[in-house]
């Protein structure tokens, strides 16, 4: 059997309020019964909250001064056998500081135009393909003539032959698909 949620905050030195919201969000467990193991609790809370948003140590009132304990010699300091609680929440602060300043520098690149969209890009391209196959497609009809009388062949003839070279080299191009990421 625990703490109760009052019981516990008293231990913890903070609202029986935010023992509610730490036990309702999943940040501190609770057992069966409703009561809180503080062992667990305590574990618990401090790997989840945020450092910064930790409460300050309590001023203890000056009373005697209590003498130091005296570690075994061969025990390891406490201190450096447990994973440090904050590792966490320092890494995802360092990776959410990280993102804001490539934002930032996104953001600067788009003022100076030096960024594009890329849905005005991709239409761009679009487009410029579509006007370069289109003058590909016109083009045999106003030079086969010109290349019919200095081949000395018919010219309906060396439209057509154009028209379906070139048509063929449209679709070999046609079939490229580019990537832009």
């Known amino acids: 059997m625990g ?21 309702k969000a999943g940040r501190i467990p609770q057992e069966p ?4 193991d503080p062992a667990k609790a305590d574990a618990a809370w401090d790997a989840q909250t945020d450092p910064a948003r ?10 005697a001064p209590i003498p130091p304990i005296q570690a075994a010699p061969s025990s390891p300091p406490l ?4 994973p440090s609680a ?13 993102a804001k300043a490539q934002k930032a520098r996104i953001q600067v690149q788009r003022l100076k135009d030096e960024v594009i969209d890329r849905a005005n890009a991709l239409a761009l391209v679009f ?17 086969a ?10 010219p309906h003839t060396m439209q057509v032959l154009l028209e379906t070279h070139v048509r063929a080299h449209l679709n070999e191009l046609a079939d490229l698909k580019p990537e832009f990421r």
Not at 54 to 63: R, S, V
Not at 79 to 82: G, M
Not at 86 to 98: D, G, I, K, W
Not at 145 to 154: L, V
Request: glycine share 6%; hydrophobic share 45%.
């Open 33 to 36: 019964d409703g009561t809180i």
């Open 127 to 143: 487009k410029l393909a579509r006007q370069e196959r289109d003058a590909w497609v016109t083009w045999p009809a106003r030079v």
């Open 86 to 98: 904050s590792t966490n929440f320092n890494q995802a602060r360092t990776a959410h500081e990280v």
């Open 3 to 23: 703490l109760s949620i009052r019981a516990y905050a008293r231990h913890r030195g903070v609202s029986h309020v935010s023992v509610l919201r730490a036990a």
């Open 79 to 82: 201190r450096d056998a447990l």
């Open 145 to 154: 003539g010109q290349m019919a009388a200095e081949a000395g062949i018919e």
């Open 54 to 63: 930790k409460a300050p140590a309590p001023l203890l009132e000056k009373t």
